[in-house]
């Protein structure tokens, strides 16, 4: 078993199964304390047909339906999916066959982010005492500059040297000329890390006038374990003194140790923090949010040209939306020639703006819902967004809220991606469009800030669904879309070690509280399905008039 494993089963990590083995023992014990007559009948409740029994004839009656009536692909799935599920998970954690609260986890109060130093983390080394000095060029837009200085950070501690505060990237699709200091506090950065690594704002004038020759620049393989940076960099480090590595992003491992876990995550969302200018304008937008609803949903969109178009994807255009994007995709020259169809079936689109909304819907957002939506420049503009509006009347943007407060930092697309990160943030509810940068790195700070509900649509189950929904009844379609998503809503279950990229799954970053706060869950369980049964007497004959239209 690996480091991260054995840490996460001895430093408290997301254990909600645990939780459901604490709560059935309970039971058991109440079961244990019942009259002979109770315990009869309790008996007599249980003795039922085996499930996969039930799984098998059921599944065979809708194979045979499917032959005669020609029901679509994605029913059959749906059921199977439903059936399977009902054998292990929902029998084994009650809990989770009470609906999903779309707004807040029932279980987020009970986890916290855990990030501070071990007892047996070193303090940093001193500037004089370093092995030198490690300069660092991220690469990419914001929020994959912001993996890069993560990571920095970690390898300067494996290098027990000095890093220089990292350069950002004026050269990548974004154009964007800002440095370190123009969007995060960078001596708040300086002194937050302090005691884990020595960091200046650059080499010292009698280090550099010291050297025979220039910094030493090199580009380290992708995902590169710390026993390379040790036999490969530390040695060119301690001749040259300076070393700078280039296009620095996901040049780190995923999975290291737990005290270089912890510190990824006292950078990632402690020391990086936006400049006071950044911050004050986001808290602005958040705050004008918040006047017009108690809570609101922040859509992170991704429907640019450049995305669309590295996707592979096609989004009914036409030969117009192929002739466009291809062109953009003339950008990459090392892309392969992709199949729009299968990419989709592999879940590797993005949804539109429309599928964006009828899944906010599905899920039972109704259309007084506030959402706000970050993006850039939306292909096809407000045509695109039109069917989103309709669903959605109460939509806003960054320009919509602050538009004369934005107009110094429209030049600058990463001081514009800030805004937007720190709203969505804020939010109650974050929805994500695929899974690029801006997505796993909120969906992480998200879970360690308290678990806030973060959804990311399972796009591959939703395929078919969204391909067949015109042949559907709102009533199934939803039904549909709400099995799919379970798993997919930002639950601290969905916390498992080694899974994903760390940034968007900080494991070993993310404690729970005693299990004694956890007795009353299943009380509380019941309870909150008898209430949903007598509401939903009333409320299932108003479902096709409240979300009747695609």
């Known amino acids: 078993m690996g480091v991260a494993n054995k840490a996460w089963r001895c430093s408290g990590g997301v254990l909600v199964n645990n939780l459901a083995a604490e709560i059935f023992h309970q039971q058991k014990k109440t079961q244990q304390q019942l009259s002979p007559r109770q315990h009869c009948c309790s008996l007599r409740r249980r003795t039922a047909v085996p499930w996969t029994v039930v799984c098998g004839l059921l599944l065979f009656a809708v194979g045979l339906i499917s032959l005669f009536t020609g029901h679509v692909a994605s029913d059959l799935e749906w059921y199977s999916q439903r059936l399977v599920k009902r054998t292990w998970y929902y029998k084994r954690d009650r809990v989770y066959r009470a609906p999903i609260d779309i707004w807040k986890s029932r279980f987020s109060n009970f986890y916290y982010g855990c990030s501070d130093r071990g007892p047996h983390f070193a303090p940093a080394v001193r500037e004089r005492f370093s092995n ?32 220089v505060v990292p350069e950002l990237d004026h050269n990548s699709y974004w154009k964007d000329d800002s440095d370190f200091v123009n969007i995060f506090d960078v001596d708040w950065f300086i002194s937050y890390l302090a005691k884990d690594v020595p960091i200046v704002k650059r080499v010292p004038e009698k280090v550099m006038r010291s050297m025979d020759k220039p910094p030493y620049t090199m580009r380290v393989p992708r995902k590169s374990e710390p026993d390379y940076y040790l036999e490969q960099v530390l040695p060119i480090l301690m001749r040259r003194r300076v070393v700078q590595l280039t296009k620095f992003d996901y040049r780190l491992a995923n999975d290291l140790d737990e005290d270089l876990q912890k510190l990824r995550c006292r950078v990632n969302y402690h020391a990086l923090r936006f400049t006071k200018p950044l911050r004050n304008l986001g808290q602005k937008l958040v705050t004008r949010m918040r006047k017009m609803a108690t809570r609101f949903i922040a859509v992170h969109l991704r429907f640019e040209p450049d995305m669309l178009a590295f996707s592979g994807c096609y989004f009914g255009g036409g030969d117009k939306e192929r002739y466009e994007l291809g062109e953009i995709r003339k950008r990459w020259e090392t892309l392969p020639e992709l199949s729009p169809d299968e990419e989709r079936t592999r879940g590797k689109c993005p949804l539109t703006p429309h599928e964006v909304g009828l899944l906010l819907r599905a899920l039972d957002f109704d259309n007084n819902t506030h959402i706000y939506v970050a993006s850039g420049e939306i292909y096809g503009g407000e045509e695109t967004l039109r069917p989103l509006k309709e669903l959605f009347p109460n939509f806003y943007t960054k320009e919509m809220l602050a538009n004369e407060e934005l107009k110094s930092l429209l030049p600058f697309s990463s001081r514009l ?56 009844e709102w009533a199934t379609f939803s039904r549909k879309v709400k099995s799919y998503q379970r798993g997919f809503m930002g639950e601290p279950e969905e916390m498992r070690p080694g899974r994903g990229e760390f940034h968007e799954f900080p494991s070993a970053c993310i404690c729970h509280k005693p299990s004694s706060m956890f007795l009353n869950v299943s009380v509380e369980d019941s309870e909150y399905q008898q209430r949903r049964k007598t509401h939903s007497t009333g409320n299932n004959k108003t479902i096709a008039v409240n979300h009747g239209h695609f």
């Open 417 to 472: 991606a800030a805004i937007d990160y720190i709203v969505c943030d804020e939010s109650d509810v974050f929805v994500t469009n695929n899974n690029g940068n801006m997505a796993k790195i909120l969906a992480g700070r998200r879970r360690y800030m308290g678990h806030k509900r973060t959804i990311r649509p399972n796009a591959k189950r939703l395929s078919t669904v969204f391909g067949g929904r015109e042949k559907m």
């Open 132 to 163: 030198g000095y490690l300069l660092i060029a991220t690469s990419g837009g914001l929020n994959q500059q912001r993996t890069g200085i993560t990571d920095a950070v970690v390898v300067a501690r494996i290098l027990n040297a000095t890093l």
